[in-house]
């Protein structure tokens, strides 16, 4: 699929390059006009249209003589006539000569201007074909090739380092989108491994016992493979989603989400209690932020043991507000601790989870400019923290 | 032949294991690295078939461990499964001493002729038919029969006549056998090794009318030529 126009394409009339001669010729013309026809009018000013009408002269000589010397001009003055009368017939002659002259020189200025604009413009915008082709480039095979402009400092060499900062974004983004999907699909095939695997097992049953352990076995394969793909595009959701960033009330936050979470703790008999009294607002995405907590904390009332507590606190520590998530159990190995935040990691106790719900719970923590860590709540349990600074460094 | 099964989907390797023992093998399940190498450190194993991610070691590790131990008898076949279907994935899995490579989601069926294949490979058999004398057994179709006679045999007397032909005049004694052809359900002090020879003795000489298999005192016992 190409979706860039082709840019070795011949442009004539619409080319930057023809236009800038063009310009560039119609400037050096208008002005070669004015001066021209500045000189020429100047000068046409000073001569005298010739004579109208001349009259002969005759001069008589001390012999009685009569010569004829001349003519005569209304203004009766001979000798003056006369040097006139041959300036002006001159200079209308060197008028006429400088006014064709003129002419011709500004129709071979005309040319040879577009002609040196055409080279000047061409030499000037050799850059941009290369960007063109580059782009045209990367576009259709990788992203990892790079403009790269050497020479001057310019607003050419702006714009392809403009280029190739936007290029190093979209590649990270790329590749962070092609390693997910990697991930998923090969996350994806596990379940659908056990689905079919066990699906065959109870086609080739020998008596119904098997058959119910396969078919059920399947059936869980099958409600993971669909909480799988809920988190999968819930994760892909979360990271097109356009931020809103706005004041965020961490206390009432963590009420919320308290109180969402109530009943399925209830049902699970596990107590869950907030220790937070202070209110601490930071800048930040809320919808984010609360998705994170809730992440943490419908793990932590998914895995507690019956009848122990799970407890939410908001504390501000200096230039950070951190939310904990304490669960009395069953613990993490440390060894585990390491790969909790991993897109797809699941523990040995993790049951029905994606193992995507931790990972997004550190990228909103990291987008807010903060990290998401965990360590040993003992006596055996686990904390679970989201360190978010007070005034977001970078936008989330 | 015994058989581990290497997954960290407890649902999976059960599955493949079960599948695998209707097919006659004896087969051991295995959840982690660690474990796997454990079970290998003290029984003699046929095929392993290894998941590449597994929650410990990685998969790999494993098979680099085995390949390059002197722990785990070097004959053994190893059976990559796994949901990396990328072909550097696949190179890297061979090259660390993978006999053969499986991308999840897979058909039973294809597992099975794998196994069959992987485990045929020492022999001299180039298809998945065995043949001594009259008496010729069909793994892909799981049949025995003599002399066009199909015979009747449970599926651990079929593992155990497969055994025997896959190396006809090889003494085996009780314990080998046990290891080979049973899995760790087995009672190491029952007589069940003894018993089940004993019927596919019967059900093979019923039909031969002569020695098939034959016991070798204070040894074990082996398959004879059966003369028709």
């Known amino acids: 699929m190409n979706l860039l126009p082709d840019p070795v394409r011949r442009r004539r009339f619409s080319s930057i390059r023809f236009r800038l001669s063009l310009a560039f010729a119609s400037a050096v013309f208008a002005m070669g006009s004015i001066l021209v026809g500045g000189i020429y009018l100047f000068q046409q000013a000073r001569i005298d249209t010739p004579t109208l009408e001349a009259v002969p002269v005759i001069q008589v000589d001390s012999d009685g003589n009569a010569q004829l010397i001349g003519f005569r001009g209304p203004r009766d003055e001979i000798e003056q006539f006369q040097i006139a009368q041959i300036q002006a017939a001159i200079d209308t002659e060197a008028l006429d000569r400088l ?197 943490l904390v419908a793990n932590a009332v998914r895995l507690a043991p019956e009848g122990s507590t799970v407890s939410l606190a908001l504390v501000q520590t200096g230039d950070r507000a951190r939310l904990d998530v304490v669960d009395e159990g069953p613990g993490l190995a440390p060894a585990d601790m390491d790969h909790v935040f991993q897109r797809f990691w699941r523990g040995q106790n993790a049951g029905r989870g994606s193992g995507l719900g931790l990972s997004i719970v550190r990228e909103i923590a990291e987008r807010h400019g903060g990290a998401a860590t965990v360590s040993a709540a003992p006596p055996n349990g686990s904390r679970f923290s989201i360190w978010l600074p007070m005034t977001t460094a970078r936008r989330p | 032949m015994r058989i581990l099964v290497v997954d960290d989907e407890v649902d999976l390797a059960e599955g493949i294991a079960a599948a695998l023992r209707k097919d006659g093998y004896a087969v051991d399940v295995a959840h982690s690295g660690q474990e796997a190498l454990d079970e290998l450190a003290h029984t003699e194993y046929d095929l392993i078939t290894l998941d590449l991610t597994l929650g410990d070691l990685d998969g790999r590790e494993v098979c680099r461990r085995i390949r390059g131990g002197s722990a785990v008898d070097p004959s053994v076949r190893i059976l990559m499964l796994t949901a990396r279907d990328g072909i550097d994935d696949r190179v890297a899995g061979l090259d660390d001493g993978a006999d053969d490579y499986l991308v999840k989601p897979f058909a039973l069926r294809e597992l099975a002729a794998r196994v069959r294949t992987l485990l045929r490979r020492d022999g001299s058999a180039t298809d998945s038919v065995m043949r001594v004398g009259a008496l010729v057994l069909d793994d892909a179709r799981r049949e025995v029969v003599y002399d066009e006679t199909p015979i009747r045999l449970t599926a651990k007397e079929f593992a155990l006549c497969r055994y025997f032909m896959a190396a006809p005049g090889t003494v085996f004694s009780q314990e080998h056998l046990l290891e080979h052809v049973w899995d760790q359900a087995a009672d190491p002090f029952t007589n069940t090794v003894r018993v089940t020879v004993g019927t596919l003795r019967r059900k093979l000489e019923a039909e031969a009318g002569t020695t098939v298999i034959e016991t070798v005192i204070g040894a074990g016992y082996r398959l004879v030529e059966p003369v028709a």
Do not use: C, K, Y
């Open chain 1, 99 to 295: 006014r064709r002259g003129s002419l011709a020189a500004l129709a071979v200025l005309a040319v040879s201007s577009f002609l040196a604009g055409w080279v000047l413009a061409g030499w000037a915008l050799r850059p941009v074909g290369r960007i063109v082709r580059v782009a045209r480039d990367i576009s259709t095979t990788d992203l990892s090739r790079r403009i790269d402009l050497q020479g001057p400092d310019d607003e050419l060499r702006d714009i392809a380092d403009t280029f190739d900062a936007m290029l190093d974004r979209l590649q990270v983004g790329f590749h962070d989108q092609q390693r997910f999907m990697t991930d998923a699909s090969h996350e994806l095939r596990n379940p659908l491994a056990i689905i079919r695997t066990h699906l065959e097992l109870a086609l080739d049953a020998d008596d119904d016992d098997e058959r119910r352990n396969s078919l059920g076995r399947a059936e869980a394969a099958a409600e993971r493979l669909g909480v799988l793909v809920d988190d999968v595009m819930a994760a892909a959701r979360s990271s097109m989603h356009e931020p809103t960033v706005g004041d965020v009330d961490l206390l009432a936050l963590v009420d919320g989400v308290a109180e969402d979470f109530g009943p399925a703790a209830s049902a699970r008999s596990v107590e869950l209690v907030t220790d937070a009294d202070d209110e601490v607002v930071i800048r930040g995405d809320e919808l984010a932020i609360r998705r994170a907590l809730a992440n």
